[in-house]
Each structure stands twice: as C-alpha cells, then as structure tokens.
C-alpha cells in the first residue's frame, strides 16, 4: 500500500528531529509514523539543512513581528506582561501557518526573546508599603484570645477589598533604556468581601 501525503515544513522539522536524535528512526519508521513513501522520507533526510535554514528563517520572522507589536504598544504606555507577550507570539505564529503544536511561545521562549532585545521586567507605580511584623504578632496573641468563647463552627474569616477590574498591571516588560512610565488607570472598581469558613466547621 502506497502512502500519500504533503507534508508541512513543521511536520518536515518533526520528521527529521525524528531521524537525527539518539534513537533515530529509520526510514522504515519514519514513512509508517509520517504516512509517506520512502522516498519522499529519503528526499526529506537529503534536504534537512535547507528545510532547517527556512524553519529557523520562520521563527526570525516571529521575533521581528512581536518585538514591533512590543515597541509600539510600550510607546504607548500600555503595560505588556510576559503571559500577554506569549500570546501576542501565538497569534503572530498562527498567522504565519504555525500550529499550537509546532510553536508553543513556552517559557523558555519568553527568556530567549528578553535576552535577545534586552527586556526586563519591571514594577511601574511602585510597590505597596510591607506589613508591619509586630503588628502581626501582636494580632496573632490577641486573636487567640478573642476566640477562646466561640464555637469553631461559628468561627469566620472576613476582609473586604476593592477590585479594580478594568486596571491595567503595575508590572510590564520594558527596554533596559526605557523609562518605565505608566498612563492614566482606570479607576472603576467593585468592592468585593471575601469570606473563608473556618476548616472545623461542618457543613
């Protein structure tokens, strides 16, 4: 039985990582797993360098989009943080025919793209002041003693805070030579209270 099938540069990439690793596949193998013919899977092999030279010539062209998008939106002052940069690559790559298999934007791609234009990451309006530790403590001693005349099972743990839900992040990933300034935020809020059960009660 013949095999047929056009494969893509991403699936041709695949294929010859499949032959070159440790445990190479033979070419047996490779047109079994590829459903191709062997010599389609030979002409694969024979052509790997320039097939790997237009792979990696793809991936500089993700770079180069994301890093525009990255430039232009911190122009404008909008906060970009690393999740928001992985998926700005994923989107580039899907335009350019990349699949969520064949490019990931991992993490480690994250790093290499910050060593490669020298991005950190970096607090924009400052961090909030830390809470005092004697406080703390001296909270700790009196709470205990406050509850000594209640049930655990009535016992609950309330704070309410305000939830800037249309806020852009105080963090963003910027250029070493670039001043990390911020625009105007939102100042819609909802107030929210939380409230967690003490872990003796019941039901």
Not at 125 to 130: D, I, L, M, R, T
Request: glycine letters at 4%; one cysteine or more.
């Amino acid at each position: 039985m013949s095999h047929r099938k056009a494969l893509t540069l991403e699936e041709k990439i695949a294929l010859i990582k499949d032959n070159q690793n440790a445990h190479g596949l033979s070419v047996r193998e490779l047109t079994d797993n590829y459903k191709i013919s062997k010599s389609s899977a030979a002409n694969i092999r024979r052509r790997s360098e320039e097939l790997l030279a237009d792979y990696s010539s793809n991936y500089k062209k993700i770079d180069e989009l994301v890093f525009e998008w990255f430039t232009q939106q911190r122009a404008k002052q909008i906060p970009i943080s690393g999740p928001i940069l992985q998926e700005k690559a994923r989107q580039v790559a899907e335009q350019l025919g990349y699949t969520s298999e064949t490019f990931k934007a991992s993490n480690g791609w994250l790093e290499k793209f910050r060593n490669r234009h020298a991005i950190s990451f970096r607090t924009i309006n400052g961090e909030s002041a830390s809470v005092d530790n004697s406080t703390v403590e001296e909270w700790a001693q009196r709470l205990s003693t406050i509850l000594d005349g209640f049930d655990e099972n009535d016992v609950f743990n309330a704070d309410e805070t305000g939830l800037f839900y249309r806020a852009t992040p105080d963090r963003s990933l910027v250029l070493s030579k670039e001043e990390c300034k911020g625009g105007k935020k939102s100042k819609e809020r909802l107030t929210v209270l939380l409230c967690r059960i003490w872990l003796g009660r019941k039901n």
